[in-house]
Nanobody, 116 residues
Framework: QVQLVESGGGSVQPGGSLRLSCAAS????????MGWYRQAPGKQRELVAR???????NYVDSLKGRFTISRDNGKNTLYLQMNSLKPEDTAVYYC??????????WGQGTQVTVSS
């Protein structure tokens, strides 16, 4: 069983930045495709970004240039750098892990609120 624990969420003003982290248990982090998803109130959970074991990334088009996904396989940690945040970025952000693009494991989520 893989456990994923997100951190780094919080409240920020529009235009601000946050860096989310996701710490994974176990020794097989490096073989997982990792992802960040988000779910806003009343909306379905949606993909934010995904990164493969070698480091290839893909993003939702609307977030390209503002969000950056990265991973540190030595620390079993996934990151999401979020810049120029907007109120519509407000959501619970979830970390995911899987052997392909389909998540098998989920974290508990971390709340991000963008408001003035």
């Amino acid at each position: 069983q893989v456990q994923l624990v997100e951190s780094g969420g919080g409240s920020v003003q529009p235009g601000g930045s946050l860096r989310l982290s996701c710490a994974a248990s176990g020794s097989i982090f490096s073989i997982f495709t990792m992802g960040w998803y988000r779910q806003a109130p009343g909306k379905q959970r949606e993909l934010v970004a995904r990164i493969t074991p070698p480091g290839s990334t893909n993003y939702v088009d609307s977030l390209k240039g503002r969000f950056t996904i990265s991973r540190d396989n030595g620390k079993n940690t996934l990151y999401l750098q979020m810049n120029s945040l907007k109120p519509e970025d407000t959501a619970v952000y979830y970390c995911s892990a899987g052997y392909s693009s389909d998540p098998l494991y989920w974290g508990q989520g971390t709340q991000v609120t963008v408001s003035s």
